[in-house]
């Protein structure tokens, strides 16, 4: 099934909601109209009831022709058969409406969150991102169902029960046309509140997502340390936030219903009156059935009202989680790459010429007036303290951070003006963690390349010495490494991860930290593998580990976001600088 194009094509800048839910459903506005239709259809014996039962009476009472009684009574068994197609029909419209706009709405949030920046993701919590893209596009959908279901039914009973009062007994029509103006009032009074409570909720409700992924992925440590139950009291604490927010809430929308039915049965039980008092003195033609007809229509017309009302608080609701779902989708920190030149060749030589780059909010610039240049093939590493700037170095080779200040040229073109997504097809990255998904082995080492075939994966498994080990597990490359590959080593996750990156054969190849968390046997192997990896491919290199980086054709040394040393191994412990004086160098 074609999917829609997708609500991020949509400038959603400062909109209300509903138009940007009207946006959604544009494409089944036809659908949703045969819906509506074959609703008010199937529903309509609901508010022909009362007059069918008006007539029944008033021929008894009065001793009509019996066929009368027959013909009434036909009349509404044939619209009850109706009542089976017609819902069949509405459910196939409507429904299909609604899963199609939730299923828009996820698939844009996939998308947006892929085009959007390094720098949002590390801002904002998978967690809270996690929550936006299942339970807030659900409470959208919820609510769409629930309008439509409750909403065609209270519309359908209210208009058809007015225009049979218009028609049969238009004396009482301004009593029952009252109730609208009330009801409004009500709505009007608590939107606000309802609103502010929902966003509240809501924020809560993200909060502990974040909180439950952050416990889950800190299990081992939890565990490790015996800090079981100080995790439990901080996501404790989360949860009396969210009960303390949902009871709000939950008082609110109980004070909200329980005024709306007072003071609708309370109008109900005067219109009753006023109707048996009219009949009983014989004015205005008012029989027996009419005051029956009435007695129903108000307790329908209530009843329609106050489910219109109820629906007030899951309308709220659904608005705040499309306002949420809006923050991704309008958010503007997104890599423009829109008509940039795409790249279809990279040689790897790279030319950084007074760059700077700092961080939002940061006191100070993490990289500055950064020049040097790297030639193709070319393996530098980057060096340094904690904070000293190599994270962002490589960020910016790989293209998610773009420099404050200054220029990098790729193969002489500034990079300010390429398309990156097609330049990172020719980038391979090794990190310290290697990041597998719960996949076969197969599937993980050729993530995004369909044409890969099972000789390519045994190729690059045995060059990155990861065939050996993967030939004792149960089902050879169709084993399951389980969720961020739980089932192997940290040394079997490396080499994978090695072999991904060398079945792509990249141009340029990002090695950070991709050995500092290995024994010393794993090391030895991972080691090997990457200087496989790395021959005849652009590279650059952050690690501590002396083993690493020795072979560099060049090391540079970083110090508050500055190269202060650059030279070959030798070269720079001759000198007998920084390089020599760091920690790892010292140890080794």
Known sequence: MAL?????????????????????????????????????????????????????????????????LWLNCGLLLGLLLLNFPGHLLYVRCVS????????????????????????????????ALQAKVIRDVETVEQALQQSADNGLAALASLSGGLVVIAVRAPLFLPAFLIVVPAAAVLVMRLRGRLRSNNESFRREVEQLSSRVVEMTALIPITRAHGLEQD????????????????LRLDLLNGRFGALSWITLNTLGVGCLATAAWIAYTGAFGVTAGDVVMLSAFFA???????????????????????????????????????????????????????????YPDAAQTAVEELTFAVAPGETVALVGSSGAGKSTVLNLVVGFLRPSAGRILLDGVDMQTLDLRSYRRFISIVPQESILFDGTVRENVAYGLDTASERDILDALRQAHALEFIERLPHGLDTV?????????????????????????????????????????SETLVQDALSRLMRGRTTFVVAHRLSTIRGADRILVLDNGRVVEAGTHEELLRAGGAYAGLQGVRAS
């Open 300 to 358: 329908t017309l209530t009843g329609s009202m106050t489910a219109l009302m109820s629906l007030a608080p899951v309308i709220s609701k659904g608005l705040e989680s499309l306002r949420s779902v809006g923050e991704v989708l309008r958010a503007p920190d997104i890599e423009d790459n829109a008509g940039k030149a795409e790249v279809t060749r990279v040689r790897g030589c790279f030319e950084f010429q007074a760059v700077a780059y700092g």
């Open 481 to 521: 490494v389980g969720e961020r590959g739980a089932r192997l080593s940290g040394g079997q996750k490396q080499r994978l991860a090695i072999a991904r990156a060398l079945i792509r054969d990249p141009r340029v190849l990002i090695l950070d930290e991709a050995t500092s968390a290995l024994d010393t046997r």
């Open 231 to 246: 995790a439990i009291r901080r996501v404790d604490t989360t949860l009396r936030r969210v009960l303390h927010a949902g």
């Open 96 to 127: 299909r409406a609604v899963r199609r706009m939730s299923t828009t709405m996820r698939s844009a949030l996939c998308r947006r969150l892929q085009e959007l920046s390094i720098g949002y993701h590390a801002r904002v919590s998978s967690g």
């Open 4 to 68: 829609p194009s997708s609500p991020d094509d949509h400038h959603y800048h400062g909109e209300h909601p509903l138009r940007t839910l009207a946006y959604l459903l544009r494409g089944d506005r036809a659908r949703l109209a045969l819906g509506t239709v074959a609703f008010f259809v199937k529903h309509s014996p609901t508010w022909l009831l009362p007059l069918v039962t008006a007539n029944v009476i008033d021929i008894v009472v009065t001793h009509q022709p019996i066929v009368r």
